[in-house]
């Protein structure tokens, strides 16, 4: 059973989703060179990100090291970036911070070495049913991979107060992503997603 899942999930989901979130990523990055993937996995989205835009450098960390992995990924604590304040153009964390035990401290490790944007996928709770079903996708695309599962949703009134605390203003923000097709966006698509751009305030 197990077999099943991770195969039906490898076919279904996990190659249509790479591939969307690549499509969605490449225009965020704008003008930015120089980029750190926090919790990057296997780095394949950011070996696609660089085939497409040649000028992209993209370092990756992540708190394991996938046995197969497609970019530079060093090894971190999982609290402290270790990269120097403001060492990259712009970071990310793609579907990371509900992994995290304090989403907050992350938030303030990505501004700290971004010396200007910040790029967020993640998910958007709105009830119980949006949770239950969060967990679910959770579950079934993670725990094969031994990944820290802490469910830690957030809605979009908590995202924004986050944001609002740590400095950062809203450049775009977006929730209809198209991840998935057929019936798994009924499902698991609409008002579970967003990607946002956040800009540090000068100061």
Not at 1 to 14: A, E, G, R, V
Not at 120 to 137: A, E, N, P, T, V
């Amino acid at each position: 059973m197990k077999k099943f899942i991770n195969n039906f999930h490898s076919k279904l989901i996990y190659n249509r989703r790479v591939k969307r979130l690549t499509e969605l990523i490449i225009p965020l990055i704008h003008k930015s060179k120089n980029i750190l993937d926090v919790g990057c996995g296997d780095g394949i989205i950011d070996k696609y990100i660089q085939e497409q835009n040649k000028k992209v450098k993209i370092q990756g960390i992540d708190v394991m090291i996938q046995p197969r992995v497609f970019i530079e990924i060093k090894k971190y604590d999982g609290i402290t970036i270790p990269f120097k304040t403001n060492s990259f153009d712009t970071s990310m964390a793609v579907d990371v911070f509900h992994h995290t035990d304090d989403p907050n401290i992350l938030l303030a490790e990505l501004s700290r070495v971004s010396s200007q944007y910040i790029i967020i996928k993640d998910h958007l709770k709105s009830g119980i049913f949006s949770y239950l079903k969060l967990r679910l996708m959770d579950y079934v695309g993670n725990h094969h991979k031994h990944v820290h599962l802490t469910y830690n949703y957030m809605s979009l009134k908590q995202w924004k107060k986050m944001f609002a605390e740590n400095g950062l203003k809203i450049k775009k923000f977006e929730t209809d992503l198209n991840i998935y097709t057929g019936i798994f966006h009924l499902f698991f698509d609409r008002k579970l997603h967003f990607i946002a751009v956040l800009e540090k305030n000068e100061n």
